[in-house]
DNA sequence: TGGGTGATGTCAGTTACTGACATGACGCTA
DNA sequence: TAGCGTCATGTCAGTAACTGACATCACCCA
């Protein structure tokens, strides 16, 4: 472990994270620069670049985690296309207890001031649906449908999402999951 | 009346935009500056930034059209939102005829050679998603279904579209694209 | 005890983007 | 025809995101 006032503190990579947010929620992103963050932290603003590519970065390196978590939901068994997103969307529901509403709300609240980190999500969930479209079809679903049901299952969970830190307490993730795809379905016959 | 115009060369805008998709398609994205862009159109880098809001727009203007078009496939009268739905995308077919196919895969290329440009084009679908919900909704339609509906023409478009740049000319458009509502309703049974 | 490794600091440089102000052609009007 | 206002453009200075090259310093290990 690392001496208080050692050169190297651990966990850079966190303080970085959590002092971004934090300037992010009171000053606002634009208002932010990479080198005040990189002081918060004890670091420098080259230092920030080795940690994140880019400042958006910052706010999504979670999501690469959740990325990994979230394929993981899906059977391994090859069914049929239907029943492998609902596997998806339910293991996808657990990574999001009642806790950390009022945290994802925070967080939406940052992304949603501003445009350039909306881009930065839809490339995330993009990027999602890819990964989901190519472990479908290497479960013997072909293309079109993979692609077709990756990005259907997509759009459910970010409905879904939106709603959630939308709506109070009312309704669990996997209550609102649900109702949002029984809906999708009746919306298509 | 030129009021549009500028007042010694005409057509400023028009002239970045081919500059810069030429030069794109040559050098790449990243390996050309605006200077480059606004030197090959005859102007400097400060009119380029008066045209476009950034060096991504200059792909994406004609996008802003596109979504006007889209929209307006809308039917004024509320009936149930799949009715409606199909009505727009049956507009946006039209959008793209056969003689569009080699511009539409020459621009594709450009921006998926590029994670910067996917970001911009992911916003602008979801600029278009957004906008056809509030269409929706002021048409009647309940918030939550409104959402999902607009988000499955989408995606329903973007899946049909990416085939048609995919694939050679052997189905046109429209043909994709019901092949493709009909997949998703199918997949949903 | 000395060297290798890896995370950090320092610094110079490029490029996207912006604000402030100047300029020069065009249209309008007296 | 002269004068005047407008507006797209040019010029210039400045900020901030990002990068490459090289130095430094703590830690581990032989």
């Given at each position: 472990m690392m001496g208080i006032m050692g050169r190297w503190q651990s966990g850079a990579s966190g303080r970085l994270k959590d002092a971004a947010l934090g300037l992010f929620l009171t000053q606002g992103y634009d208002g932010t620069t990479v080198a005040e963050i990189a002081a918060a932290a004890g670091l420098t603003e080259r230092t920030f670049f080795r940690h994140f590519a880019d400042k958006r970065e910052v706010l999504f390196v979670d999501q690469d985690e959740f990325e990994r978590v979230f394929l993981s939901g899906l059977p391994e068994r090859a069914e049929d296309p239907m029943t492998m997103i609902v596997g998806v969307l339910d293991g996808a529901a657990?990574?999001?207890?009642?806790?950390?509403r009022p945290w994802s709300r925070a967080r939406r609240s940052v992304i949603a001031a501003n445009e350039a980190l909306q881009e930065r999500e839809l490339l995330k969930m993009s990027s999602l649906a890819m990964a989901l479209t190519r472990a479908l079809t290497a479960r013997g679903v072909d293309a079109a449908s993979a692609a077709l049901a990756a990005e259907t299952c997509v759009t459910v969970f970010r409905t879904s999402f939106a709603l959630w830190v939308a709506e109070g307490e009312r309704r669990t993730f996997t209550e609102i999951q649900n109702a949002v795809l029984a809906r999708l379905q009746a919306l298509l016959t």
């Open positions: 657990a990574l999001f207890p009642e806790d950390r």
